[in-house]
């Protein structure tokens, strides 16, 4: 049997750099979590699927009142303030009859990358992490999701410094930092485990005498997610000979596709010519977009400086706003249709050792669907979900870490 699978990607960065003192994957419109997204099956079945995705074409068209290639970031940011609950009537209805396309037949594979962790994987690598006695994965998450919470302007200076005589500045400054954090927190219960998990980031921070590899800009590693599809290939008893992939023009992407050379072929398309290749792109563009409206809610102000970090409020636990669950039952059940699509044993999501934002966004589907009804969902009172919520996030996130071990 063939088969064919489309790729596209959102909050797409070729490379993370400093521009007059602002990292780019940090600016307004750009995010963190690097997505993509392979959607495919046999090629009758993907036969179908253009099909369906045409009609739903023709219907977005006819909302927005567009005859060109409507793409999905035609829908305003505003629609993902709140998630779902943002969506208005319009943006509603189109993501139900998107998601109301996929079939048991459509496979989906989706790759959530934190490009903090990119960076702090080159800059460390050349650390003997078993030397020291440390836990690399465990080690690499901490310091990025210390990073991706505070995004510190004095650490991320010395990331993109690599004319500094002394590569242990960045140490230096990562010390410097948690050490502040660590005394400005002291009296909060709530940020206990956080304080604790500070306190031996300094202590193996301190012991690390190796060389760091310190850049002007990191080029994104793309390698990663064709070798990480290639091992979902298996799981699911494809022949990678039997399969075509279809990518859109960028060539970064495609070179290392090329460069994989795992498929009976690999053809670049313009997405305007391809309906496999634009159910891709909407598909990571609703993905990207979801996890940068909960980071741009649950992440901690920016420290410029680390005399304001005594200035937080550590006494506040950070929960998701009460505004993304107070649903009403269209919203409420599209969310439901997108777990019972995206979290099917056909599927999988992968990440590298961060995975934070990932399972945030799949904790939020899987919350919702876990009501057996909207009845029952409204049982809980919507301040309540937000605590509700923090305690399957929590639960989720320490499982996920105790993998390392």
């Known amino acids: 049997?063939?088969?064919?699978?489309?790729?596209?990607?959102?909050?797409?960065?070729?490379?993370?750099?400093?521009?007059?003192?602002?990292?780019?994957?940090?600016v307004e419109n750009s995010s963190d979590s690097y997505v993509a997204v392979f959607v495919g099956g046999s090629n009758e079945k993907v036969h179908n699927l253009k099909i369906h995705f045409a009609e739903f074409e023709k219907r977005a068209n006819k909302i927005?009142?567009?005859?060109?290639?409507?793409?999905?970031?035609?829908?305003?940011?505003?629609?993902f303030k709140y998630g779902i609950k943002s969506f208005n009537k319009n943006t509603l209805s189109i993501y139900k009859d998107f998601f109301d396309i996929f079939d048991n037949d459509t496979y989906i594979y989706v790759n959530i990358c934190s490009k903090t962790a990119q960076v702090i994987e080159i800059v460390f690598q050349q650390v003997d992490f078993e030397e020291i006695g440390l836990i690399k994965e465990a080690f690499l998450y901490s310091i990025t999701k210390s990073l991706n919470n505070y995004r510190f302007s004095n650490v991320f200076e010395e990331l993109f410094n690599s004319e500094s005589l002394n590569d242990k500045k960045i140490i230096q400054e990562l010390i410097e930092s948690y050490l502040k954090v660590i005394n400005s927190s002291n009296d909060s219960r709530k940020k206990r485990l956080e304080r604790n998990a500070l306190i031996q980031l300094v202590s193996v921070?301190?012991?690390?005498?190796?060389?760091?590899c310190i850049a002007t800009e990191y080029a994104f590693n793309y390698n990663i997610v064709f070798d990480s599809f290639n091992e979902y290939i298996k799981t699911k008893s494809f022949f990678s000979k039997d399969i075509d992939l279809y990518i859109d023009n960028e060539t970064n992407t495609l070179k290392a596709a090329y460069e994989n050379d795992y498929f009976n072929s690999i053809i670049s398309v313009d997405s305007k010519e391809s309906q496999g290749v634009r159910i891709s792109d909407w598909l990571s563009n609703f993905i990207g977009r979801m996890i940068k409206a909960?980071?741009?809610?649950?992440?901690?102000?920016?420290?410029?400086?680390l005399t304001e970090i005594e200035s937080y409020n550590f006494a506040e636990k950070k929960l998701l706003s009460q505004e993304w669950f107070e649903l009403s039952e269209k919203h409420f059940n599209l969310y439901k249709l997108i777990a019972l699509f995206l979290?099917?044993?056909?599927?999988?999501f992968f990440w590298s050792f961060y995975f934070d934002y990932c399972l945030i966004f799949r904790a939020l589907l899987n919350y919702f669907s876990n009501f057996s009804s909207f009845a029952e969902y409204k049982q809980q009172k919507s301040n309540m979900h937000p605590e509700y919520f923090n305690t399957h996030l929590c639960n989720l996130i320490n499982e996920a870490y105790d993998d390392f071990e």
């Open 1 to 26: 049997m063939k088969y064919s699978f489309y790729f596209d990607e959102s909050f797409h960065d070729r490379k993370i750099k400093n521009n007059n003192g602002k990292v780019n994957i940090h």
């Open 294 to 305: 909960l980071y741009d809610d649950l992440k901690e102000p920016t420290i410029n400086e």
């Open 64 to 79: 927005f009142q567009i005859e060109e290639e409507i793409k999905a970031t035609t829908i305003a940011k505003k629609n």
């Open 205 to 212: 921070l301190n012991l690390i005498d190796s060389k760091l």
């Open 343 to 348: 979290e099917s044993s056909r599927n999988q």
